[in-house]
């Protein structure tokens, strides 16, 4: 009898593996639950700081596996610790923002225009959550409301001074480079390190988890009905591309214990 298949597993949170409206991942549980009982992997990736991601990490039961944060900006290491990694790489993001000429600058606003009243009310997420929402130490997510040329220039400006903007299921994020693609080649690499190479696995509903999808040999995409959904797209070269059928946590749990179910 051959061996059963490890799998190292990739997940966005909002509309992911949490409810777009909710928050919620109940519907998840038996996926997550066969996950951690047969001794898979799983490493959250999303546009969320690592102090929002600590307590989700704890609370699906994955606290000894890495996560991306801030939509691949930074990873924050198993445990309860932040990498030591330095708060000024998100206060230099805004000194580049605020330099940036009016007329560019005066349509996008971002978390650090809002307090955390209206982070919670902009996102549909608690008071305390919110809190967690504005600690970032990467990245600054906001909304742009000026034209789609206004857009492209506003871009191209934070490009010249080594900003990009990666367009997610809510928001517009902007950092100093890293996607959820590089990242998860970058730990994919440490496993590789091991004897046996787990497959690997990714699930996301948004235009910034493409190159996670294409990253892995398994890529998920989830349907969310709060957005338009991602345009059809290739696997990388020997990748696979599955779309599921179910939106957030209920698609999530029927496709990774379908994966689970035919690897026994």
């Not at 600058?105 to 809190?131: C, H, I, K, N, P």
């Not at 600690?135 to 600054?140: A, G, P």
């Not at 480079?177 to 998860?184: I, L």
Request: charged content about 20%.
């Amino acid at each position: 009898m051959s061996a059963r298949r490890s799998f190292v597993v990739f997940s966005d949170l909002d509309g992911t593996l949490l409810d777009h409206e909710t928050y919620a991942f109940d519907a998840a549980r038996p996926a997550l639950e066969r996950l951690r009982t047969e001794g898979h992997h799983l490493i959250l990736a999303s546009s969320k700081t690592a102090a929002e991601v600590m307590p989700i990490r704890q609370a699906v039961g994955f606290p000894h596996c890495p996560a991306i944060v801030e939509n691949g900006a930074g990873i924050l290491p198993p445990g309860d610790e932040t990498g030591g990694v330095p708060a000024s790489e998100h206060e230099r993001l805004i000194h580049v923002l605020k330099a940036l000429p009016f007329e560019l600058r005066r349509y996008f606003s971002g978390f650090s225009d809002w307090d955390a009243a209206e982070v919670a009310s902009r996102t549909g997420l608690s008071m305390e959550s919110a809190v967690r929402a504005k600690q970032r130490l990467f990245s600054e997510p906001g909304f742009w409301s000026g034209t789609e040329a206004g857009f492209d220039a506003f871009c191209t400006a934070l490009k010249k001074r080594g900003v990009t903007v990666q367009k997610g299921g809510r928001f517009v994020t902007l950092s100093f480079g890293g996607t959820k693609g590089v990242r998860v080649r970058e730990l994919l690499a440490r496993y590789r390190l091991a004897e046996e190479m787990p497959v690997s696995v990714a699930l996301g509903d948004a235009p910034n988890d493409v190159a996670m999808l294409q990253a892995v040999d398994i890529g998920i995409v989830i349907p969310n009905p709060a957005h338009a959904g991602l345009a059809r797209f290739s696997p990388s070269a020997g990748g696979v591309l599955r779309w599921a059928d179910l939106a957030g946590p209920n698609g999530w749990n029927e496709e990774i214990l379908a994966l689970l179910n035919a690897s026994e």
